[in-house]
């Protein structure tokens, strides 16, 4: 529970590595394929730790980067953590879906992930980020998600554009 004079965190964002294979313009972390950053599970942990204690709800926390799926082990466990720290999990994981390209093994990313407590995924989807992720990854990533986690658990930014 949250000391009586601080107000509880209501959104909080986890970056957990620098690395990424897109080069966006737009960047506001400078991530790219040429850096090689990463947290650790423990440093993650203890983030997690530190937001459950100041009343965070897990619905608030995300996961982001540069790109966390570049190592989905980690990234795994990180989502463990959360539960591990306290939160039943965290409200999602932020991706531009360059690593779905098949199907079935997404739904089983997607699936282990939902298992670690990943509440909903978020696809950054874009004319920025297709100028290095092809469409239909994404197309592929937002299929697999709605079937492993319903409608509601997963949500692309600019998704029209990605349709056309």
């Not at 909080?12 to 590595?17: E, F, K, Q, S």
């Not at 779905?100 to 920025?128: K, N, Q, V």
């Amino acid at each position: 529970m949250p000391p009586n004079d601080l107000e509880p965190v209501t959104a909080a964002g986890l970056l957990v590595t620098t690395w990424c294979p897109a080069r966006c313009r737009h960047c506001y972390v400078s991530a790219g394929p040429g850096h090689t950053a990463w947290m650790t599970v423990e440093a993650a942990g203890a983030h997690l730790a530190a937001l459950a204690r100041l009343g965070a709800a897990a619905e608030a926390i995300h996961i982001g980067g540069g790109e966390p799926f570049g190592d989905f082990d980690r990234l795994l466990a990180v989502v463990r953590a959360a539960r591990a720290a306290g939160l039943p999990g965290v409200g999602y994981v932020e991706t531009n879906g360059f690593w779905a390209t098949d199907a079935a093994a997404a739904r089983r990313g997607l699936a282990a992930l939902a298992d670690a407590g990943m509440m909903r995924i978020s696809i950054s989807a874009d004319p920025y980020h297709q100028e290095f992720v092809p469409p239909e990854r994404v197309r592929l990533l937002y299929d697999a998600a709605r079937e492993v986690l319903g409608p509601g658990g997963v949500r692309a930014r600019r998704w029209k554009w990605v349709q056309a």
